[in-house]
């Protein structure tokens, strides 16, 4: 998960974290986003009945006034879910960028047990972060590096991850060909 709420580091942030599918935080963290998961599924689960309405034409069916307050209600939930709006379960791992601004998602992922990776600043506390990274978390450009890079090597993790489960189904499949040639063998 990919977490940085300031305002330079929206835009970046959210580039890098969809150019490698993963799901991120660029607006604001909301409280219990991941201690209490079940109820942001709700209300990610909220803003798809509201577009799913939408889409079939259940709208001409309540009044301007409902269709008014949905559709603020709907606003509100992209601006702050659109990012997690396909995690479906806890992340494996946190990205953030300032932890001075991030501390409450830092706090959910230590009561987690899910490791931290941020960018530390002078004056940034390395406490709870298992994996800090020196470096500058209020320019433009260095934040874009920064997540250009967790991007890159997320995108390359990846790759090896589907690389192995190809030579685990290659070599289960070729020990089956083996024991169906032996059972064929044994026949004739």
Do not use: H
């Not at 379960?89 to 959910?108: M, R, T, W, Y």
């Not at 992922?109 to 490791?115: D, M, N, R, S, Y």
């Not at 506390?125 to 500058?136: A, F, L, M, Q």
């Amino acid at each position: 998960l990919f977490v940085g709420t300031k305002k330079q580091a929206q835009e970046p942030l959210k580039a890098a974290a969809e150019a490698c599918g993963m799901p991120y935080v660029n607006q604001r963290w909301l409280g219990g986003m991941l201690t209490n998961f079940e109820t942001i599924r709700k209300s990610v689960k909220k803003l798809d009945s509201i577009d799913q309405m939408e889409k079939d034409g259940s709208f001409q069916f309540i009044t301007k006034k409902e269709i008014g307050s949905l559709k603020k209600e709907r606003e509100k939930l992209i601006k702050n879910l659109s990012g997690v709006r396909e995690m479906r379960k806890v992340p494996g791992a946190l990205f953030v960028i300032d932890s001075e601004l991030e501390k409450i998602s830092i706090a959910e992922a230590q009561k987690l047990g899910i490791p931290v990776v941020a960018v530390l600043d002078t004056n940034g506390n390395p406490d709870g972060i298992e994996y800090p990274v020196p470096g500058n978390d209020d320019a433009i450009k260095a934040i874009k590096l920064f997540c250009e890079a967790v991007s890159a090597v997320v995108l390359e993790g990846r790759r090896e991850f589907e690389k192995i489960a190809q030579e685990k189904a290659d070599a289960l499949q070729a020990e089956k060909d083996a024991e169906a040639a032996a059972v064929a063998a044994g026949v004739d």
